[in-house]
């Protein structure tokens, strides 16, 4: 933390819940000039998911009181920004938040409270083949109730930064690994009238590892056998889990690579919580979700029983929750990431994430004025999964963390009964979006820097719809649909439409590598006495474990040209209820917008005003100038949710830091709509770019998400001119 040297470290800490105050309420920026302040708030640990794409980090909340209100407020808000760095430098990757508010410690649990933030990386572009391991870089940074810069380097007042690298899965199998890995001959003449990168079919892979082949592998790199035969050593003794038994001649073949089993099993039967290979560093709650997560770190390079071109082991994690702090911890179920040997691994290590939709939660929630806080129990076991009836056991190779974390308020579902939950509309988690304007994060003081966030937010193109049905049942058992209808119409059902957009659920099965993709269309002709639009439920949540749809999507709203403000709904039943019966979920509110922004294309010195965005020079576009010259102009950019607009000048390596004024700027109320006619100007005499042909080029965009997580609109129009 940095400060002014005229104030000492002990009045710093005094005038801290002043100046945090000051912060939210008059946006005041220095009393006391600090940043990465972690009194309050700490990022702890970032992970990767490979299987499931989905990047984690856990946040630590450590005061009772200073997050602007209870649960019955708004309180505010943590956001984390993730980066990456690939090599060459970090990329943003984009950022997400999640509520936070004061709540008090009681006799049973007290602060820090860990909270989970998620967010998908879904890259294809860095991923390699399995025989060359891809670990880049996370940095996650953490601010309070302002969104972090996409500077990666530079810290706001409250919050700090994580780096962590992760292992990204391998690419597709295709021809052009075969030839990376020495299999075909990349010269040769019939490898032409093929697309190399094409996905194939992959080769086989074996159920178990070959144990032979490791205990070849493993001999001279210090991976220990009562390590890498822990899957296998359970078929000699009768206090093991056998996760792979193998036949009695492949273990004389073991004894003869110089492996004495005897000594193996007394290590491994001595063995308990060993975290030299793997460690569970941090877990918490993705309250909003109902979805609990933990971190891995992976220590080592080898003894995780292959490399990625082969089956590799498994991390489990069980979690279990202590629901009245009591001691008592009931089962929520077991999770898991596929790890391998990496060859090499970076000095920290390589983080992986875990994460397990917790349904158990709806039956424990209270309302906002009776915060409802309990401890989680996260169990880490490599190779075998742990217990699921003794909390408090430990397999050979991991470790337990307890935390405490906050359960979202709400009404309480008893167990057994049909609910559902909306949890985010287009990527927006409903406590992001305006109950007033139906606009996505909502802002009171909105930024100045041209590359701020935009706030106020509407939604167009395909709108994900996200939630989850507690108590389904098994697989197809229950019907759902989602219905939208304009805002201003009555509430009867004649007004709502339904959304009939096929689409791919992911299914996750804990014990599987990766997860399932099964698309979904929905059900032929009409629901008696219901209608059409409805969808089969594919989670099975009567599996043990339950396979449950990873990122709780429930469907995809074409929004195609609708304008304005909508309602939506989610409506289930089971297939055994009488006809005409259903049940629905509370009514979101969106504002859409899919008006896509217009640019002139005529070169004229004049701002067309039929358009909607145009760029002119008074002096006619093409002309050239003196080094001694300023340039005039004008430009327009117009929407109903104008975002920004920018003017850049290129080439940028011969204009030594010339640009026009006003170079940029971002709205700055629900009223601004954009500039119908701005002046700008260039003045060449103050930097003297050198003699060269350029173009000026407007960029505008509004401030709609469109197809969920991408967007806005935007358009642009470029003018040229010469210095001489």
């Known amino acids: 933390m940095a400060k002014q040297d005229k104030v000492s470290s002990e009045a710093l800490e005094e005038l801290l819940p002043v100046r945090r105050m000051l912060l939210l309420n008059l946006g005041l920026g220095g009393i006391v000039q600090f940043t990465g302040n972690v009194n309050w708030e700490e990022l702890t640990c970032v992970g990767y998911n490979p299987q499931t794409s989905t990047l984690q980090a856990v946040v630590a909340i450590r005061q009772q009181t200073g ?86 380097n530079v810290l706001n007042a409250f919050g700090n930064m994580v780096d962590a690298h992760i292992q990204l899965a391998p690419k597709p199998f295709s021809l052009a690994c075969l030839i990376e890995s020495g299999v075909l001959n990349a010269g040769l003449k019939a490898l032409k009238q093929f697309d190399l990168e094409k996905p194939l079919s992959p080769l086989p892979l074996p159920a178990a590892p070959d144990f032979i082949e490791l205990a070849q592998k493993y001999k001279d790199e210090k991976v ?47 063995t308990s919580a060993d975290v030299s290979y793997e460690q569970l560093t941090c877990a918490g709650l993705h309250s909003a979700t109902d979805t609990v997560g933990a971190v891995i770190q992976i220590k080592r390079p080898l003894g995780y029983n292959g490399d ?58 209270r309302e906002c004025g009776n915060p409802n806080v309990i401890r989680l129990r996260a169990v880490l076991s490599w190779s075998t999964p742990p217990s699921t009836t003794n909390p408090n056991a430990l397999n050979a190779w991991g470790n337990r963390l307890d935390v405490h974390v906050q359960i979202r308020p709400g009404t309480p579902v008893t167990n057994g009964e049909l609910a559902a939950d909306i949890f985010y509309v287009g990527g927006v988690k409903l406590s992001d979006i305006s109950t007033l304007t139906h606009l996505a994060y909502p802002s009171i003081v909105l930024g100045s820097a041209c590359d701020g966030p935009l706030m106020d937010r509407p939604w167009g193109g395909l709108v994900n719809i996200q939630g989850h049905i507690y108590n389904a049942g098994a697989a197809n058992s229950v019907r759902f649909r989602v219905r939208y209808k304009k805002h201003s119409d009555p509430d009867v059902d004649a007004s709502w439409t339904p959304v009939t957009f096929a689409q791919e659920f992911t299914l996750e099965e804990p014990f599987l590598p990766f997860p399932s993709q099964v698309t979904v269309s929905q059900i032929a002709g009409t629901e008696p006495g219901l209608g059409s639009g409805w ?190």
């Open 535 to 724: 969808f089969y439920y594919v989670e099975n949540q009567l599996a043990s474990p339950p396979i449950i749809e990873i990122d709780n999507l429930l469907a995809v709203w074409d929004t195609g040209s609708l304008e304005g403000d909508f309602d939506l709904r989610l409506e289930y039943r089971k297939t055994t209820d009488a006809p005409g019966v259903y049940l629905q979920s509370h009514v979101v509110s969106i504002k859409l917008h899919n008006y896509q922004m217009v640019a002139s294309t005529v070169a004229t010195s004049l701002i067309d005003s039929t358009k909607d965005l145009d760029l002119v020079i008074d002096g006619g576009d093409c002309h050239s100038y003196s080094q001694s010259a300023t340039i005039h102009g004008h430009l327009r950019v117009i929407d109903q949710y104008f975002g920004k607009w920018s003017l850049d000048l290129q080439p940028a390596t011969h204009t030594n830091g010339a640009v026009a004024v006003p170079s940029c700027r971002i709205y700055n109320s629900l009223a601004d709509q954009g500039d119908g006619n701005l002046a700008w100007s260039l003045s060449l005499d103050t930097n003297k770019p050198d003699k060269c042909g350029y173009t000026l080029t407007l960029t505008g965009s509004d401030r709609t998400i469109i197809n969920s997580n991408g967007g806005p609109h935007t358009a642009s129009k470029a003018v040229g001119f010469a210095v001489i």
């Open 67 to 152: 997050y602007s209100g209870g649960l019955c407020s708004a309180g505010s808000k943590e956001f984390v920004r993730f980066f990456i760095d690939y090599g060459s430098g970090f990329q943003d990757l984009g950022y997400t938040s999640f509520d936070v508010h004061d709540v008090p410690d009681s006799h049973a649990v007290a602060h820090p409270i860990e909270y989970v933030v998620q967010m998908p990386l879904l890259d294809t572009t860095h991923r390699r083949c399995c025989g060359t391991p891809a670990t880049p870089k996370v940095r996650a940074v953490l601010s309070w109730n302002t969104v972090p810069g996409t500077n990666p």
């Open 224 to 270: 220990q056998p009562h390590r890498f035969l822990t899957p296998v050593l359970g078929s000699l003794t009768a206090k093991q889990s056998v996760a792979h038994p193998i036949p009695a001649s492949s273990l004389q073949s073991l004894s003869k690579q110089g492996i004495d089993l005897a000594a193996a099993l007394k290590l491994l039967e001595n």
């Open 308 to 365: 990625l071109c082969r089956p590799g082991s498994r991390e489990y994690v069980a979690f279990w929750a202590d629901w009245n702090n009591n001691g008592t911890f009931e089962y929520l179920g077991t999770t898991s990431v596929n790890v391998h040997d990496l060859g090499t691994i970076p000095s920290d290590g390589v983080r992986y994430s875990v994460s397990l939709l917790a349904p158990g939660i709806v039956e424990h929630l």
